[in-house]
């Protein structure tokens, strides 16, 4: 299992604590430092779409009209950050948030 995140996202951290904790074997990628491989990017954008970008952030909200009309990887490959977090890739299946549902998915 794969989650991608920031280190100082708070509900990244305790998402990687809480699936440890269930004894998951977790890989944590910081988004901001390591990036997201563009074909990983890829995959995640063909199972989000527009819904991987974080419209409600610091970084969105830092950008120009102009920049925000640009296509979603186009804006996720430049600014890593606006990518809504955590998402997490487990060998079949991608989740984005960690919201009730997908802890329920995970951790059941």
């Not at 305790?14 to 269930?22: F, I, M, P, S, V």
């Not at 830092?62 to 990518?83: I, Q, V």
Request: with cysteine; glycine share 6%.
């Amino acid at each position: 299992m794969q989650l991608y995140g920031l280190k100082t996202c708070d509900i990244c951290r305790k998402a990687l604590k809480t699936l440890r904790d269930a004894g998951e074997q977790v890989t944590y990628i910081d988004v901001r430092e390591e990036g997201v491989p563009e074909e990983v990017l890829g995959w995640f954008l063909t199972a989000f779409g527009d819904d991987l970008v974080n419209k409600r952030s610091t970084t969105w909200r830092n950008l120009s009209e102009s920049e925000r009309e640009a296509d979603a990887m186009t804006l996720l490959r430049a600014h890593p950050t606006l990518m809504k977090r955590p998402v997490i890739r487990t060998e079949y299946q991608f989740y984005l948030g960690w919201g009730k549902d997908v802890q329920a998915q995970l951790l059941d």
